[in-house]
């Protein structure tokens, strides 16, 4: 099969898990003997390139970014000329590979999926992967599971703003009424795109509980939701010789180490993890604190030591520095990489049982579970864990078996190919 993915971003632009995730779904396939392309924005890098055995190709585009982390602005990519651009692009690259397929990996790159998809009467694909198609801040799911069913645009502005402004938004009046301003304008161009995903041939959600929102919502039509989830890194094979002095490299003191990875927001929980940290050192002074991520701490971080944005082998070797993982989101977390990425390398969760999470951490086999924003809980998870040293690598053996086997690569790819000859198999709409 001949496959051409459209994405927001891809290597070396790494500003979440999505391009990790696509790169290694990517990897998979052409190791299975199928044909891969990718369509990408350039951000200033080479317009052709093969990564990995994939053919990259990035169209022309106004906004340079540094590789890495680097985010563009979102009204680059919620803009007409944006799409179009992107269209011309996934069509010339589905001519040259003969693509049997599109699929959209990204909610921005939708339109440009869906109008080539039209043009060469090819089949098209999307990936729900947050919750922008639905609303572009959702602070509704900061204290709910289910879009309310009075959702528009004047609880946006009325109820939902409020809460975004306060928490994430700093700086003067002006600024806040242009964000209110831009919230608008994303919130219709996340509705027009909805007239679009009910157009095509399969929606995939990276969970169960994601899809389960997007329906309930009547985004997504009953029927036409499939669930795959995102692929595992392999397990790390570092020589020990590597990790030496590797704490002293992140400025991170002896002790038992806990790790959190994701942004410093109020959805991922890092105000929770704040006093999480507080509550632990308070009783095991030595127990030293991490967190790998963008942005302003939406609390005071407290004892929580912030190691800012690093490259992905970094976060891969803190990750085997690590005594626990924790992952408080106190938000439906669609499906955070993070479970998946310490599975790997044998380390236990201690996570808010919500969203996605409990699909990819099982609560006593593989880590703890508890509620979403106990910080008294989770707490009290973390030092179990940490005063139970053959209780924690026990469940961090289980989690590397158990991922290896429920997420194993060929079971995913498998499940994805399914979706494709199933809905394909009725041609485009």
Request: charged share 25%.
């Amino acid at each position: 099969m001949r496959i051409l993915f459209a994405t927001e971003y891809y290597h070396p632009f790494t500003p979440g898990g999505t391009p990790w995730s696509l790169q290694l779904l990517a990897r998979e396939l052409t190791r299975r003997g199928h044909t891969v392309a990718v369509v990408t924005p350039s951000y200033g890098a080479p317009a052709r390139e093969d990564v990995d055995g994939i053919a990259v190709f990035r169209f022309r585009y106004w906004r340079r970014l540094p590789p890495g982390p680097s985010l563009a602005p979102v009204r680059d990519h919620a803009n007409p000329l944006f799409h179009l651009l992107f269209a011309r692009a996934i069509a010339r690259a589905a001519r040259e590979i003969g693509a049997d397929v599109l699929h959209a990996q990204e909610k921005h790159a939708l339109i440009g999926t869906w109008l080539a998809a039209r043009r060469l009467g090819r089949p098209f694909f999307l990936t729900l992967r947050d919750f922008g198609l639905i609303c572009p801040i959702t602070t509704c799911l900061l204290s709910a599971d289910r879009i309310p069913a009075d959702c528009g645009s004047v609880k946006l502005q009325r109820d939902c703003a409020p809460v975004f402004l306060r928490h994430y938004i700093r700086g003067g009046r002006l600024r806040r009424l242009r964000v209110r301003l831009s919230v608008a304008l994303l919130y219709l161009d996340a509705r027009l795109k909805a007239a679009v995903v009910r157009r095509a041939d399969g929606v995939i959600g990276v969970s169960r509980s994601i899809l389960d929102i997007y329906t309930a919502a009547g985004r997504v039509p009953r029927g036409r939701g499939h669930v795959v989830h995102s692929l595992p890194p392999a397990a790390p094979a570092r020589p020990p010789a590597e990790r030496t002095g590797a704490r002293a490299r992140f400025g991170l003191p002896e002790g038992p180490l806990v790790l959190y990875v994701g942004k410093l927001s109020l959805g991922k929980g890092f105000p929770v993890l704040a006093e999480t940290a507080r509550r632990v050192t308070a009783h095991r002074p030595g127990t030293v604190f991490a967190a790998v991520g963008s942005g302003p701490p939406a609390a005071d971080p407290g004892p929580v030591r912030l190691l800012g944005s690093r490259p992905h082998a970094d976060v891969e070797a803190l990750y085997e520095l690590a005594d626990v993982v924790v992952h408080p989101a106190v938000w439906p977390e669609p499906f955070s990489r993070v479970p998946l990425e310490a599975a790997a390398a044998g380390r236990p969760v201690v996570a808010a049982r919500t969203g996605g999470t409990p699909e990819a951490v099982e609560d006593k086999e593989t880590g703890l579970l508890v509620e979403p924003g106990d910080a008294a809980a989770l707490a009290d998870a973390v030092e179990r864990l940490l005063a139970d040293r053959p209780l924690a690598r026990a469940l961090g053996r289980r989690a590397a078996e158990v991922v290896a086997e429920r997420f194993a690569a060929d079971r995913l790819v498998d499940r994805l190919l399914e979706v494709y000859a199933r809905t394909a198999a009725g041609g485009a709409r």
